[in-house]
């Protein structure tokens, strides 16, 4: 709906007509006469068309006048667009999820509806289901392969961080894992933020392999600005693959450092979660939720748009129209143009 934030300023719309009707009119004063050769030929000439036309002209600039005030008028009243009610949250956490995209990530030993696909399809899945829930929550997304990288800064746009986890790809960030570079970043985003509401959610399938901060540094330094990190460790037990020898069981997640990803989570005040399939995963996101409940409290707010900058444009565009018009009379000098040439004619002959 339209609102208007002073509409007091509406009182003073009448104002020009009050002051035409109740003003004393200003004194005539006296002009230098003019001389004008030939005046007896031009006293003969029809006045009644420049009269008429300067007569209509007048009452056009009146109306035109007043629709620029009572324009300037509106403007100043700042009427302003109200929207729909939006809510907000009074309360919630500042959460980053820090998801591994390494070269490991592509290993199918796991399953959706029967069919085999790898770990970061599950994790795009489970962890997208994660964040739709977090209502209340300012939700970061970090990637990291060889390197680290702020893929979503903070936000209350859950469906935005969903998109661009949606579209993330293996090996978008390098084929190594840097773990340490990762939770160090986490900890640079979320050092700002009021303290007890920061919490890491970290998920890889491997161990630190590279980058310039080791994970027993950055724990450290996540346990000194109190954030509390969640780890998961994702990956199967145990895979068939076919070899030159038939088929082979063999163990995928040999590589899962779950010693690291312990202590960093039990140094931190958080836990250390293992998912082996995507029933395991999609739990430990559940879990997650009741350990870190989202806050359920919003305020609404109405978003407000200004308006008065319309009717002011219009009132200035006027303006500049009805000056460009006055400087340039058309009328009176057309309707003075024609006696002005048959007195000239009249006298030549």
Not at 66 to 72: A, S
Not at 229 to 251: H, K, L, P, R
Request: aromatic content about 6%.
């Amino acid at each position: 709906m339209m609102s208007l934030v002073w509409p007091w300023l509406l009182a003073v719309a009448p104002l020009p007509w009050l002051i035409r009707r109740w003003a004393s009119p200003a004194p005539e004063q006296a002009t230098a006469a003019l001389r004008v050769p030939h005046f007896q030929d031009m006293a003969h000439l029809p006045s009644v068309g420049i009269g008429e036309n300067l007569q209509r002209r007048s009452s056009t600039w009146f109306w035109f006048g007043l629709v620029i005030w009572l324009l300037l008028v509106l403007a100043a009243a700042r009427p302003q667009w109200i929207g729909e009610p939006v809510g907000l949250p009074t309360s919630g956490r500042d959460l980053m999820l820090a998801v591994d995209i390494s070269g490991s990530m592509e290993i199918p030993d796991f399953s959706i509806n029967g069919q085999e696909v790898n770990r970061l399809e599950v994790v795009k899945r489970a962890a997208g289901e994660f964040i739709s829930r977090r209502t209340g929550d300012r939700v970061g997304l970090i990637v990291f392969g060889s390197q680290a990288y702020v893929q979503t800064p903070l936000t209350f746009d859950r469906e935005t961080v969903n998109t661009m986890l949606q579209e993330t790809e293996i090996g978008l960030a390098g084929k190594e894992t840097a773990i340490g570079d990762a939770i160090g970043l986490a900890v640079k985003r979320l050092k700002e933020q009021p303290a007890g509401s920061r919490v890491l959610v970290l998920l890889t399938d491997g161990a630190n392999t590279t980058g310039e901060v080791s994970p027993k540094q950055a724990g450290d330094l996540a346990k000194e600005q109190g954030l509390r990190i969640y780890t998961i460790g994702v990956g199967a037990d145990s895979m068939e693959v076919d070899s030159f020898f038939g088929s082979q069981t063999v163990n995928p997640s040999r590589d899962l450092d779950e010693n690291t990803l312990r202590h960093l989570a039990q140094s931190t005040g958080g836990l250390y979660l293992r998912a082996k399939n995507t029933e395991a995963l999609a739990n430990i996101y559940t879990e997650l939720d009741r350990l870190e409940p989202a806050s359920t409290e919003t305020e609404l707010f109405r978003p407000k748009t200004e308006l008065f900058i319309w009717p002011l444009g219009v009132a200035l565009g006027s303006s500049v129209l009805m000056a460009c018009l006055l400087l340039v009379p058309n009328g009176v000098i057309a309707s003075m143009r024609g006696p002005a040439k048959e007195m000239n004619s009249g006298r030549v002959e």
